[in-house]
């Protein structure tokens, strides 16, 4: 197969970015290829609901199979983009095929940073990025006693307060001085109170030097010698952009360089979502935004620019989170 529109990463922003191609009128060919072997979901929710088990995943889609069928999308599934040769406009897919486009849309969003803490290996300790990785976390946290959570950004804080909705002892370890710290002292201050009258304990200035045990976490060593015991450990230190694959195009710490609309340096590739950074002409520099709603956004302002429709105006950009109920 050749031509057309081809979108890799089938998250939130590539499932935008298809769906409204479609509802502009664009009758080219439109593939969806997704790494992961479920339909496009939204992320936000994995550390809530989902975790919690109040929330399913069928809850969690984007949209319904049979929407993507209605609009005559061929959506891709468990298909991994390797390589993008730009010049070629021709992609390598994990299975040793290649993939032809008109344009391609860069869509992969991110990976969790692994950081390089002894003991990242062991039984019992968990990232969250995608809804198998919350899955078994689900399922881990549901024979845990014990948990530490080594990141207060706000997975990290999330996944704390369910954990501790949960019935979970829970503490919080970072080198920071608390919580969501980039949002400033007074938002970190309220959150930490969110968290203390929860239960949850927090290690603030302090990071965390290994984590311990023999085959499964037992334990987790501070920078300062402390010991605090864990059944249950979840790193979450943040995402870089998934863009390793990349190449023929230029990057900005990772992501994809594009303008408002999410054209890049290479023609007919064009990037959004948490792949990209994008030009901001307030702050005038690119910005990598790792949002829900610039997510959507940015599928919509590429959509538009491919169908060859005016640019969508843009929003302010806003951030929400659930902890304790608040």
């Known amino acids: 197969m050749t031509g057309g529109v081809v979108v890799v990463g089938a998250g939130l922003a590539g499932a935008t970015a298809a769906t409204s191609l479609r509802e502009l009128g664009f009758d080219g060919t439109v593939t969806l290829l997704g790494a992961e072997p479920v339909l496009p979901y939204e992320r936000p929710g994995l550390s809530k609901g989902y ?6 995943a069928d809850d969690l889609q984007v949209h319904g199979a049979e929407v993507y069928e209605t609009l005559g999308i061929d959506v891709r ?4 983009a390797v390589a993008l040769d730009a010049q070629a406009q021709r992609l390598s897919l994990a299975d040793g095929s290649t993939l032809s486009y008109d344009d391609v ?3 992969t969003g991110g990976v969790n940073r692994r950081p390089p803490l002894p003991g990242m290996e062991l039984t019992g300790v ?3 990025r995608t809804i198998a990785e919350a899955s078994a976390l689900r ?3 549901s024979m845990a006693r014990t948990a530490v959570v080594v990141g207060q950004g706000f997975v990290g804080c999330e996944v704390a307060a369910t954990l501790r909705s949960l019935g979970l002892d829970v ?3 970072d080198p920071l001085p608390g919580p969501l710290w980039a949002l400033g002292d007074e938002i970190s201050a309220r959150v930490a109170q969110w968290h203390a009258d929860a239960g949850v304990r927090m290690r603030n200035a302090v990071g965390a030097a290994s984590l311990d045990g023999d085959g499964t976490v037992t334990s987790v ?3 300062d010698g402390a ?3 864990a059944d249950l450990v979840v790193v979450g230190v943040g995402a870089r952009p998934a863009t390793d694959w990349v190449s023929g195009v230029d990057l900005v710490d990772g992501a994809v360089a594009v303008d408002a609309d999410g054209r890049s340096s290479a023609p007919r590739a064009w990037a959004i979502g948490d792949a990209a950074a994008a030009w901001d002409e307030q702050t005038r520099d690119h910005r990598r935004v790792e949002h829900f709603d610039s997510a959507i956004v940015q599928g919509q302002r590429v959509a538009h620019a491919l169908a060859g429709a005016p640019s969508p105006a843009v929003g302010r950009t806003w951030f929400w989170t659930d902890q304790h109920g608040d």
Request: proline content about 4%; charged content about 5%.
């Open 227 to 229: 010991v605090l015991p």
């Open 77 to 80: 599934l468990g298909t991994e």
């Open 126 to 128: 968990h990232q969250l």
């Open 221 to 223: 060593t501070l920078a």
């Open 171 to 173: 503490t919080m370890v």
């Open 139 to 141: 399922s881990a946290a």
């Open 105 to 107: 849309v860069i869509a």
């Open 51 to 56: 975790l919690a088990g109040s929330t399913s």
